[in-house]
T-cell receptor, first 110, second 113 residues
């Protein structure tokens, strides 16, 4: 079983819609969870991090963590074409190493 | 405010050549990391340095060596480059290891012929 899984996508949403990106992880001892955005040909850029169960909001972005079900989500409200990128989920496991998912590509249609 | 600086940005090598990728951060971070990113494989950790004076292997260390020169600098060396090492290499740093957000450099695009 892969440690951090993201649906391969791509995910396509119309401009103004809510984009929902999901990530599951296998290590029940995981404590820290991160979402990175990566534009084509660029480096990963941190968007959100979350440590506790529940929701964390920052502008149009909301991270949701459910440790019992072992998933973390990223919601992007009022999606814009500039949000088109690959989104990487990363999880720090009980062994204290950070593992990245393979990413999901989001396309926002004007 | 440079953040994490990687040099060079692009490099083409022949099989068997050696080279060192340089990384420096100006954020006073304790921990630094080297990743490679390949299509369909995601980001994979090569080596990391949790603090100045320490280095440890990551998921894919074979064929690489690292040096934590000081708190700011963490270099990655390919002793005898192989075509399988063609990749995009990212250096990252964080305040402390693992639980803190990592900040990435712009990457080095390395091709080995």
């Amino acid at each position: 079983q892969k440690e951090v899984e993201q649906n391969s996508g791509p995910l396509s949403v119309p401009e103004g819609a809510i984009a929902s990106l999901n990530c599951t992880y296998s290590d029940r001892g995981s404590q820290s969870f991160f979402w990175y955005r990566q534009y084509s040909g660029k480096s990963p850029e941190l968007i959100m991090f979350i440590y506790s169960n529940g929701d964390k909001e920052d502008g149009r972005f909301t991270a949701q963590l459910n440790k019992a079900s072992q998933y973390v989500s990223l919601l992007i409200r009022d999606s814009q074409p500039s949000d088109s990128a690959t989104y990487l989920c990363a999880v720090t496991g009980a062994n204290s190493k950070l593992t990245f998912g393979k990413g999901i590509t989001l396309s926002v249609r004007p | 405010n440079a953040g994490v600086t990687q040099t060079p940005k692009f490099q083409v090598l022949k099989t068997g050549q050696s080279m060192t990728l340089q990384c420096a951060q100006d954020m006073n971070h304790n921990s630094m990391y080297w990743y490679r990113q390949d299509p369909g494989m995601g980001l994979r950790l090569i080596y990391y340095s949790a603090s100045e004076g320490t280095t440890d292997k990551g998921e894919v260390p074979n064929g690489y060596n690292v040096s934590r020169l000081n708190k700011r600098e963490f270099s990655l060396r390919l002793e005898s480059a192989a075509p399988s090492q063609t990749s995009v290499y990212f250096c990252a740093s964080s305040v402390e290891a693992w639980d803190q957000p990592q900040h990435f450099g712009d990457g080095t695009r390395l091709s080995i012929l």
